[in-house]
Structures are given as C-alpha cells and as structure tokens.
C-alpha cells in the first residue's frame, strides 16, 4: 500500500539540532561504546542500504578502519559522529549518509516504535526552526520585463510549508516567465518538491517513480497533483537555477521539470549530484544515523543523478546564472511575441537589464558633458558615475543603455535620453514605456 503521507526525504542538509547540554560537553565514548556503536551502523548499511553491494563495501570498509585504530582518538561524541559521517559518505560515494550525537533526538524516535509515525515527530522539530527561515523561502520579487524569481533554499515538507508555497506560486500566477533559484538549495521534503512541480506540469498527475523502503517494506509514489491552489505556470517559460550546491530533493526537482514541462530550461552548473533518499535510525542510546533507505522500482523517466549531477541546458558560472536566465527569458518572449507593442515592451526591459548585467564603459568626459540642472531634474557626477534627482527627491544611479541613453535605478517606467545642439548637451528628454516624451531644457550649471 503506498504511504499517503510524505515520509520520503531528499536532504543533505542535517536535519536535527541538538541541543547540548554542560554535562554532554565532557562526555567521552569508551573502547566498548566505541566497538558497539560501530558493530550496529555496519548491521545498519548492510541490511538497509538500498544497493547490496555498496552496503556491503561501506560497512566492510568502516569495520576494516576500526580495527586499524582510526576511530581510538574520536572519543568525543561530536568528534566520532563527524569522523563516521566522513567515512561512510567517502566509502559509499553517497552524501546523504549522515551520523549525529542527538540524545533527545534519538530518545524520541525509541519512544515512537511507529517509523511514520517517528519521523513525522522529527519533522515538526525540524518545523519550529526552520519555521524562522519561512521554510526556505528566501525572496519572491517581481524582475524587469515581469519576470517572476523565487529563492527557494529548502523543500520543507508540505504539511508546514504548503501555506507558504501556496502564496507563493499565486503571486508568481500573472508573470511572463519564472525563474526558480535552487543555487543555495540543499534539499528537503519530496512531497514539497511534487506540489511546486505540480504548478508547471502540462499534464497533471504525473507520476515520477514508485521506491520501496528496506527499513519496514512500505512504499512512495512520487507524483505531481491532480489539482493545485490557484493558477497553474504550465503555459510560460520557466527557468531553473542550478549550481554545485544544488542537491538531492533541488536536483529531483531540476530533473524532473524538464519531463514535465517543455518549456523548462536549466541555467547553471552541474549539481552535486546526491539523489538516494533517507530514512533515519536510533544507533546506540545517543545516535541518529541518517541512512538512504528507499531502492526504487519504477521509473517513468529515464533519470538519475547519483554521483553525475543534473547537468543544466545552458552552462555557465554560479554567479552568472540569473541574468542569464533573466535575458534569455526576455530575447525568448521578444522573439516569440505576435503583437508589435508586445515586442517593444520586452526590448524596452531587455535594454534596461543589460545596462545593470553588462554596464556599459561611457568615457568620463562625456559623462560630466551631462552633468547639470534640466529644471526640475537635476544630473551629477559621483566618483564617476551619474546620477539622476527629481526635485528634492532621493538620487539614483544611472546605468548606460547607450552613451546618450540611461536606465535610471528603480524608475522602470521611463529611460533617460540626452540630446544635443550644436555639440552641446542643451535637452534631459524622458522616454515613457507607452512611448510619450518628456522634454527638460537644461538651465545652466
């Protein structure tokens, strides 16, 4: 029977934060802790790892360091916890192994022998902190050219999240495009990643895969929704932003928006490369193991990441990846647009985010040739660079369009056009999006 609650975890990220106490701080683990603790995470890999013989390797590896010695010096609990996390993920190839000294922790899962039931109570601690970040939702804004952007550092499971996630997808419901930041984005929550996927699918109801768990045999359909909250996003393009750092539950949805969705583009870097989901286990008194614990046996897509990555569409620097993304989505809609104003719209706002991507390098003589009062509007020069007064109000930078044409920061409703007689500055023309012009004679220094 398939779990109708979302248990399955995508994460690399540490999904508890223990809490230590003065008497925790100088505990040491004795020779005999040290034996038995390592005896139960071997029996653990080898019996729930979801590839035998990767379990096998990794807890003969693991055995083979103990009894060379390697662990003697690891007494302190963090200290050892950290040195098996290492090990296990270098002996594996598999990042989401992850060992943790959490006696409160570990006290909670024994007392709830329910596995469901144990880490739905591991998520809600998980909630009251992550509750502070708005569940991985960083920023939402609207971008030049109505483009939508969504910073997404965390898919939180859906129960907490969904609220946040629903508000979130109805302000992006009226943008010409989307980008999806997940450049900072660890992991999370599969049945987050299927409610936002849900939004983009051209078909909904899409099912992904069905994985089955080696801890208690039960299984997990990934799928998007049948029905979502508010408008769908399956009509406009939609950008993913990937980098190193992008992993597990982020390269599910990376991966998986580009079977779903034709118009889905993945601007970035290869991501890490991190895809077994995890379950969690009580080692010892005082230990959770984070281990992958789900084998998949069904794929509707012919994808994986494991150790490879996702690799994106379009290649380049983390750093450069959002406006990227932001002036391929803008030249794309140009191009694609039937209505001549529709046009002009696009390339009104594809100008004004490369003067801020690719500022041009105007000389500086012909810069000060523009500095003075046009009436109300006055220009001036700051270490070289212009800037744009109205009145008494606030100074903005202007950016170059052209040498004789500027955006002026944050009024994205008219351009800056300077003109000339008789080889001298004399006219500040503003230029408004419905094409209207507005002509300030300049007044003297």
């Not at 409160?104 to 709830?112: D, I, N, P």
């Not at 999806?180 to 999370?188: A, E, S, T, V, W």
């Not at 045999?217 to 950008?239: E, F, H, I, K, W």
Request: aromatic share 12%; with cysteine.
């Amino acid at each position: 029977m398939l779990r109708s609650s979302s248990l399955l975890l995508f994460t690399i990220t540490i999904l508890f934060y223990p809490r230590i106490s003065v008497a925790e701080q100088g505990k040491e683990l004795s020779a005999k802790e040290q034996a038995k603790l390592i005896a139960e995470i071997c029996e653990k890999v080898e019996n729930l790892y979801p590839f035998p013989d990767i379990g096998e390797r990794t807890s003969e590896a693991v055995d083979d360091e103990y009894n060379k010695g390697k662990y003697d010096r690891h007494t302190d609990p963090h200290d050892f916890a950290n040195k098996l996390t290492i090990d296990l993920e270098r002996f594996s190839n598999d990042t989401h192994f992850r060992l943790m000294y959490d006696p409160e922790g570990a006290v909670q899962m024994k007392k709830l022998k329910d596995v469901e039931v144990a880490e739905e109570s591991l998520t809600a601690r998980e909630a009251r902190i992550e509750r502070w970040n708005n569940y991985g939702f960083k920023e939402i804004r609207m971008l030049e050219g109505g483009i939508g952007y969504l910073d997404l550092r965390l898919f939180f499971a859906a129960s907490y999240a969904g609220g946040v996630a629903v508000a979130t997808m109805n302000f992006l419901s009226e943008c010409n495009a989307v980008i999806i930041d997940l450049r900072y984005n660890g992991g999370g929550w599969d049945d987050m990643v299927n409610l936002l996927l849900s939004y983009f699918a051209e078909s909904p109801g899409v099912l992904f895969d069905v994985a089955q768990s080696t801890l208690d045999s039960s299984y997990y359909a990934s799928s998007t929704l049948p029905y979502v909250p508010g408008r769908r996003l399956n009509d406009v393009p939609v950008y993913v932003l990937t980098s190193r750092s992008t992993a597990s539950a982020a390269e599910a949805f990376a991966a998986e928006i580009r079977c779903i969705n034709s118009h889905a583009t993945l601007v970035g870097e290869t991501t890490a490369g991190a895809e077994n989901p995890v379950g969690t286990v009580v080692i010892g008194d005082d230990f959770v193991l984070s281990i992958p614990i789900w084998r998949k046996i069904y794929s509707a897509y012919d994808i994986n990441w494991e150790g490879n990555g996702v690799k994106p569409d379009v290649e380049v620097g983390v750093l450069e990846a959002l406006e990227t993304a932001h002036m391929d989505a803008l030249e794309k809609l140009a191009e694609s647009a039937t209505r001549e104003e529709i046009k002009d719209r696009y390339r009104w706002a594809l100008d004004g985010v490369r003067a801020v991507y690719e500022p041009l390098s105007i000389p500086s003589e012909i810069l000060e040739s523009y500095v003075g009062n046009y009436g109300t509007r006055k220009v001036t020069s700051v270490e070289g660079e212009l800037y744009y007064q109205y009145k008494d109000r606030a100074k903005r930078k202007m950016m170059a369009v052209a040498s004789d044409y500027f955006v002026v920061e944050n009024y994205d409703f008219f351009r800056v056009k300077f003109i000339k007689k008789n080889n001298e500055v004399s006219v500040l023309r503003e230029i408004f999006t419905d094409g209207s012009i507005a002509n300030c004679a300049r007044t003297g220094e």
